[in-house]
């Protein structure tokens, strides 16, 4: 069991006892100085690419500077949702690099930390595993007369006990937690500051239910609680003072984010804290910067996520025939949504330098609530060679508000092209992705599906899928996908406000052929690999839709980028709306054929430019995102 990390010229108080009612107590290794004193805050690790074990690392290494007494955490340390060794893996990986810490830490747990995926689920989740790797899952502690207080928000429904952070329901706490809680409260009068800690910021109200108000309700009542922090949503905002008690929503410490923009909320930080008689201070720490978290207001955040939304507008069509030429003129539109004077910066882009753009860079401010409309002149001579790209305008919104000034750069927007005529190709090839954010992508337009059965299938050669990897997806809180994670093959379908996911238990093999089908027929879902039925789970509701593109090679982000790509190959990559496969085994197609029931087949026979050819009636072609590209030396039959 590790707390932390002591140095050698430290003096150290081991009196302290941990309060708690569950099993595995220790006493807390505190540094003993003066009253006054920091502590640091650390926000989700979870969802974020793999580097962000090194950015964890980093914020270590900077903590260490700052030398704090010691480190809170809120909660989702490791991306979970997986079996025990894969949990054990994660956590130890976690928990090795934490060590490196010169004061001591404490966990909070997490969705993500207690979240069980796969055949075999326990009714405790990880609970035992992260009390027998960390403490229990609720506790208390003292330093310098003030207690901190760590609280389990995934207990579940106390009826059903489904765990899951989108459902009232499910968002309470038992009765045994908050009589502990209280006990702790009732004992805490002498302190001179009292902190809370969990996962789910529940005063939010919402998915996150009603039950809040009884806890803060308990807060208020003890007269010392100076602040409540949480994380989960991975964005920063104060949520003001409410009773007397701040609220604040960290965002994240290598975990995944929107855009790293600090107006935005979204960025890697370490939260300080220094904390004295008569009141604690807060400095938000990225990197070379010192950011107020109070500014992170709920107005400051909506002006910011509507100019995320809003601008720039590109909602004209680009069609581009057989020859590549393409001469039009298409609106831009710039808005205002704020209540303070905007600055766009808008510039033509593209990585085929044959694309001419009139203007080629402006500025434009914008009165507040107004919207102005750019002409674009676009032009490219042709031809649909290898070379030819989509072109994208390049935009950065300049503001100031009460919080400051700030930019939000990288608010691209690609020119929507339509490829209207693309010759059929002559001979066969398969898709090749070797880098993130190689894939293909598909507007989910041109693929419609209403909500019922469908089958989702490919041929894959893989050559790395460590981590979890895309394979065919259009997921990201909704809708369907195959995936692989550490090798393990799996289908999702988003049902009724949740998952059901049929997972392999073996490895899929690299640099070998494996023929994929995902199916779901309104009562479940399949996994076939290689024609052998290898998993199911009952599915019966409504399948819920997004608009976010199918991307092939890779996971879909909330932007609709790709992500999390696959090393190998891929072809004949079918969708269905019908359930093609029943009972325990199916010979696959060498060629998938097309048929009225075939909503997409891509076979990566050649590629026109950019854009991939779409086999059936519906002409959904899709276009190379990243590095992907069709190698036509290699047939797979």
Excluded at 200 to 215: I, K, L
Excluded at 281 to 307: F, K, N, S, Y
Excluded at 436 to 450: K, R
Excluded at 513 to 531: I, Q, S
């Amino acid at each position: 069991m590790v707390w932390g990390v002591l140095m050698a010229n430290r003096l150290v108080l081991a009196g302290g006892e941990i309060l708690t009612d569950r099993e595995h107590a220790v006493t807390p290794l505190l540094a003993v100085e003066d009253d006054a004193f920091l502590f640091a805050v650390y926000g989700d690790r979870t969802g974020g690419p793999a580097e962000g074990i090194e950015i964890l690392k980093q914020a270590v290494a900077d903590t260490n500077l700052i030398d704090p007494d010691f480190v809170m955490t809120v909660g989702d340390l490791i991306q979970g949702y997986n079996a025990r060794p894969a949990w054990i893996q994660q956590m130890t990986e976690y928990r090795s690099v934490m060590s490196a810490l010169n004061c001591p830490w404490f966990p909070v747990a997490g969705n993500h930390d207690i979240y069980w995926r796969g055949p075999g689920r326990p009714a405790t989740e990880h609970e035992e595993d992260f009390e027998s790797f960390f403490g229990p899952l609720w506790y208390a502690f003292d330093h310098k007369q003030c207690r901190f207080i760590v609280l389990f928000t995934d207990e579940g429904d106390p009826k059903t006990g489904k765990r899951t952070f989108s459902k009232p329901e499910s968002q309470v706490m038992s009765g045994s937690q908050k009589s502990w809680l209280k006990s702790v409260l009732d004992s805490s009068g002498n302190m001179r500051h009292v902190f809370v800690f969990c996962h789910h910021p529940r005063w939010r109200g919402g998915r996150y239910g009603d039950d809040w108000q009884n806890v803060h309700d308990m807060l208020v009542e003890a007269g010392n609680v100076t602040a409540v922090m949480a994380g989960h949503v991975h964005n920063l905002q104060h949520d003001g003072q409410i009773d007397g008690i701040e609220y604040l929503t960290l965002a994240t410490v290598g975990g995944g984010i929107k855009g790293d923009s600090a107006a935005a909320g979204f960025f890697h930080h370490v939260n300080i804290v220094m904390v004295r008689d008569d009141g604690i201070a807060m400095a938000t720490v990225p990197v070379g910067t010192v950011i107020d978290p109070r500014e992170m207001t709920p107005e400051h955040m909506a002006g910011v996520e509507a100019l995320m939304k809003s601008g720039p507008s590109v909602s004209a069509k680009l069609s581009v025939g057989a020859d590549g030429v393409v001469s039009a003129e298409v609106p831009v539109r710039l808005v205002n949504p704020t209540d303070v004077p905007v600055t766009w910066t808008l510039v033509g882009n593209s990585d085929d330098r044959r694309w001419q753009f009139r203007p080629d860079h402006l500025h434009e401010t914008i009165a507040p609530g107004a919207s102005l409309d750019i002409p674009f002149q676009l032009h490219h001579p042709g031809p649909l060679d290898a070379d030819w790209g989509i072109p994208s305008v390049s935009a950065s919104v300049a503001f100031r508000d009460a919080a400051g000034s700030w930019e939000i750069p990288n608010l691209d927007r690609p020119f929507s092209v339509v490829a209207t005529a693309l010759p059929a190709p002559m001979g066969q090839g398969v898709l090749r992705t070797s880098s993130e954010g190689d894939a293909v992508v598909i507007p989910s337009a041109d693929i419609p599906l209403a909500d019922g059965p469908l089958t989702l299938e490919a041929w894959i050669k893989p050559q790395d899928l460590d981590g979890r990897r895309g394979v065919v997806t259009k997921t990201e809180g909704s809708e369907y996908g195959l995936f692989a994670t550490d090798w393990m093959p799996s289908f999702h379908v988003f049902i009724d406000g949740d998952y059901r996911t049929a997972k392999a238990s073996s490895a899929l093999t690299r640099d070998q052929w494996h023929h994929l089908a995902g199916v779901f027929d309104g009562n479940e879902v399949r996994l076939y690999v290689d024609g052998q039925r290898v998993a199911s789970e009952a599915a019966v509701g409504s399948r819920e839709q997004n608009d976010l593109p199918l991307v092939v090679g890779g996971d879909v982000d909330q932007g609709g980028k790709p992500n999390s790509s696959i090393h190998g190959l891929l072809d004949d990559v079918r969708l269905s709306s019908i359930a093609r496969y029943s009972g325990d085994s199916m010979t696959p197609a060498t060629r998938h054929r097309v048929d009225d029931d075939t909503v997409l087949l891509l076979r990566f026979d050649g590629a026109a430019g950019p854009f991939i050819r779409d086999a059936s009636k519906g002409n959904a072609h899709g276009v190379l995102s990243g590095s992907a590209q069709v190698d036509e030396s290699i047939t797979r039959e």
